[in-house]
């Protein structure tokens, strides 16, 4: 009888107890399948082939060799930097995403590729695309000396001008672009480098790359545009998995009523053409799809977003369902719910409500109860409306205002809300991302950038700040019976302005707002400044989102250069709501201390002062603001290695080959490892596990199902036990290697001498990507793919415990891939 603990690939094996001769000792063999009895071997008592051996005290007095000690130490924590990984990695997603077969897959992915097929069109449309994809090559003559370039095969250079030459094989001169790397010149012909070069920036301010690429080795370079290709795949899968499982969730249309029409006709104005795409999308989405809509609503401030919302609202409440409102501030949840009051004021059966701090606590639980027992059907409010507190009843559409204003945190939980109902965002400059998503057809979008009739454009003055000149920009708009938002980028200095201002216009009423201010206080001042009691409001960027004062039309923003560019379009945006001329007034404090990007960001500013151009400025925005904003800080390194153009073109041709980036799993009792490893457990351990068959039992279970279930196995098990000892380690890691194969598509690993081979289903594309992305030389040398295996060449030819630790490490590494690639 032949023991084959942990012989893993005999995972339905059932395991027998056997009493030994010798006292305290419990052995634990495991059959064959064809000894047993049929119906012994269909049960599903015990689905795992490992067995426990207890062994009495002479056994397991023997101390570890020097070796396994060295082992012990090198690896002790193997498994917990595996584990630490995958909590990082798996963290970042729902880690209870709906299960989707091969097939379905198949079908939700070429619905992906058609929505991104149409936002790639609409790109070319605008003249910006080249031979079916989207270039952000650069053209040699807008470069200056001095500018830094990406070349994609040598790297990062420094352009120093166009000039003739004459080539060795002609006598006619020929223009030539001459780049200057860290060890040398290069010169391109003229046709070589347009097709060849992009622009290097970088998303932070400073332009200058870390190093000059030299031409003699371009493997550093190889290197770090491997990263930035890793980086940009991870980035696709992310976006992918979202929307695949948005388009499997399923909920009914919702219904086209008679009160719908009576509620639009309520709408004072005439739409604009625009406004009316956009009511049309928006109804399409929630009265003829199944799939949960998320739309974006861009439009500048003061064209009708707003209405498309509410619309949106009356449709979903109307179905018997919740809507929450989700602002960036309270001054602009607070207005919201006046208008949202307002306008369902004819529909007393349908209840408002605003979660914010300026209530009590037992104004809080009352609506937090209310939300919960489905009395609220419209919740407005800022990130609080997010915690775990807040509990819906029926919860059917999200409209978030202003995205780009909320936290890392706040917009992951939108994120997640994505997946499950109905989501609507506004925003007057879109974060590049959101933008992005909209034109690569990965996520709708309605462009509302046609004003209404009685709109005038804003004046924008740009200069260097004085004194006289703002009490001119005032006075200007006191004359003419109106009012002033005076703008600072920090609390500090709210007060020397308002010192300043007094003693300037001592009759006029002046009033102070800021985040930092009692909730009572600051509802108090806003109150006052829309009813037209102050006359002029000292403030930060608290105002910058959505606030309507109809009688404001004159904004002073100062330090202009410690604002965002679509910060600054925000709250110029504050202004000119009315049929007057308005104004705002950006002063800087001297040029000389103002870095290339913020001289950058105020000439963008400036040239899109026609209305309806935060699109367009998002757009410019994008490469001025960098990658910080768009994908999150952790890119900005990856960017930094390749530059955003270079980086921004990587990802389009990512995203149009995004099914080559797929693997296909394999059932976790499907995978065979070939290594025979018996070892015994110390009694003192098994004492303390109580029911070790159990325990072996709960584990293959854990790893059966995924590698979650396996790491909260396995840290469960440590902080109940402690530290298992060696032999409990490597049965451990044979459940990790196999749950590691499993997922990596990977049917058979098995020894042959000093080779290590592994059968399996991966494509070779998806192996190249993979390999690219390991950190460690070692592993990624010794891989060799060849058709339908993965094989290792080991130097020498290792113990058996000492190979499966090399294995372990291995897949460990192979496995930290899989992120980035789509997983069905």
């Known amino acids: 009888m032949t023991s084959l603990l942990p012989n893993l690939d005999l995972i339905s094996t059932p395991l027998v107890l056997e009493l030994c001769s010798r006292p305290r000792q419990w052995k634990l063999f495991s059959f064959g399948l064809s000894s047993l009895p049929r119906s012994t071997k269909n049960s599903s008592f015990l689905p795992l082939g490992a067995v426990y051996t207890h062994v009495g005290s002479s056994e397991t007095a023997a101390k570890p060799t020097k070796w396994r000690e060295k082992q012990e130490l090198a690896e002790s924590d193997a498994i917990s930097v595996l584990n630490e990984r995958i909590r990082r990695d798996l963290c970042k997603r729902e880690t209870t995403k709906p299960s989707m077969d091969s097939e379905e897959a198949d079908k939700y992915i070429q619905m992906v590729k058609e929505q991104q097929q149409r ?4 790109l070319k449309g605008d003249g910006q695309g080249l031979g079916g994809g989207f270039s952000y090559k650069v053209d040699p003559y807008s470069l200056r000396s001095g ?3 990406v070349h994609k095969k040598v790297g990062v250079g420094r352009f120093v001008g166009i000039k003739f030459d004459v080539p060795k094989d002609s006598s006619e001169p020929v223009e030539y672009v001459f780049i200057e790397y860290a060890d040398g010149m290069a010169k391109l012909p003229l046709k070589q480098a347009s097709r060849s070069l992009y622009r290097f920036n970088l998303p932070n301010e400073t332009k200058r790359p870390r190093t000059l690429s030299r031409l003699s080795d371009t493997s550093a370079w190889e290197r770090r545009k491997t990263k930035g290709k890793v980086a940009i795949q991870k980035m696709v899968v992310d976006l992918m998995e979202l929307y695949l499982h948005r388009l499997k969730q399923k909920r009914p249309p919702y219904p086209k009523t008679p009160a719908m029409a009576e509620f639009t006709a309520q709408f004072p104005y005439e739409p604009t053409p625009d406004q009316k795409q956009a009511f049309l999308d928006v109804g399409r989405d929630l009265t003829q799809r199944e799939t949960p809509m998320d739309r974006l609503i861009c439009g500048d401030v003061g064209f009708g977003k707003t209405e498309v919302a509410l619309r949106a609202i009356f449709c979903v409440v109307s179905a018997g369902k919740q809507t929450m409102v989700l602002a960036p501030t309270i001054v602009l949840a607070k207005q919201h719910f006046d208008v949202i009051s307002e306008r369902f004021s004819l529909y007393p059966s349908i209840k408002v409500g605003l979660l914010s701090r300026f209530q009590t606590k037992a104004e809080k639980e009352e609506y937090l109860e209310m939300i919960k027992n489905g009395h609220l059907d419209i919740i407005v409010g800022t ?10 009843n029926n919860l059917g559409l999200l409209v978030v ?25 506004l ?36 200069s260097s700040f004085s004194e006289a000149k703002v009490i001119a920009a005032i006075k200007h708009e006191l004359h003419r019976g109106g009012q002033v938002f005076y703008v600072l980028p920090r609390i500090k200095g709210l007060e020397e302005v308002m010192d300043f201002l007094t003693e300037a216009f001592p009759d006029v009423d002046i009033a102070i707002a800021h985040g930092k201010q009692y909730s009572k206080q600051l509802e108090d001042t806003m109150e006052r400044f829309g009813q037209g009691e102050i006359k002029i409001l000292i403030c930060t960027n608290i105002v910058e989102s959505g606030l309507d004062i109809q009688n404001a039309n004159t904004i002073v923003i100062q330090d202009v250069q410690q604002f965002g560019l679509a910060q600054l379009y925000q709250l110029r945006g504050r202004v000119g709501r009315a049929d007057k001329e308005a104004h705002a007034y950006l002063f800087y404090p001297d040029k000389s201390l103002l870095s290339d990007q913020a001289l950058e960001r105020l000439a963008a500013l400036e040239e899109c002062r026609e209305l309806g151009q935060g699109f367009q400025l998002a757009e410019r925005d994008m490469g001025i603001r960098g990658f910080g904003t768009i994908f999150g800080e952790q890119q900005t390194g990856d960017v930094g ?37 018996n070892p015994r457990l110390p009694s003192e351990y098994i004492n303390r596990l109580e029911n070790p068959l159990e325990i072996i039992n709960e584990a293959e279970k854990a790893a059966e199902r995924d590698m979650w279930s396996l790491m909260q196995f396995t840290e469960n098990l440590r902080r109940q036990y402690g530290k298992e000892p060696y032999s409990m380690e490597i049965i451990l890691k044979k459940l990790y290697v196999r749950r590691m194969a499993a997922d990596l598509g990977i049917i058979r690993i098995y020894v042959a001498g000093k080779m290590v081979g592994m059968k399996t289903k991966m494509s070779k594309k998806v192996y190249k990507l993979i390999t ?17 295996q993965i094989t290792a060449e080991l130097l020498l030819e290792l113990p058996r415990e000492q190979l499966l630790n090399w294995i372990f490490q291995c897949l460990s590494e192979l496995h930290a891939s899989l992120p980035a690639l789509i997983k069905y």
């Open 119 to 122: 936002g790639l069109q609409k």
């Open 383 to 392: 990130h609080s409306l997010l915690g775990s507190r807040v509990v819906y």
């Open 772 to 788: 690219d992305s390991m950190i460690s030389d070692t592993y990624r040398s010794s891989l060799i793919y060849g058709g339908d």
């Open 147 to 149: 500018d830094y370039v």
């Open 427 to 462: 925003s007057a400059t879109p974060i590049p991302r959101t933008l992005y998503l909209a034109l690569t057809g990965f996520r709708d979008a309605s462009l509302i950038s046609t004003p209404p009739p009685e709109r005038l454009p804003i004046r924008t003055h740009l």
């Open 401 to 425: 205002d202003e995205e780009q204003r909320f936290g890392v945190k706040q917009k992951e939980k939108i994120a997640s809300f994505k997946t499950s109902v109905d989501v609507l965002t």
């Open 641 to 677: 290695n390749v530059g955003i153009d270079l980086f921004f073109e990587m990802l389009f041709e990512s995203l149009s080959k995004v099914e080559e980036h797929r693997i296909v799993t394999v059932p976790y009792d499907s995978v065979q490892i070939d290594i025979n490893i």
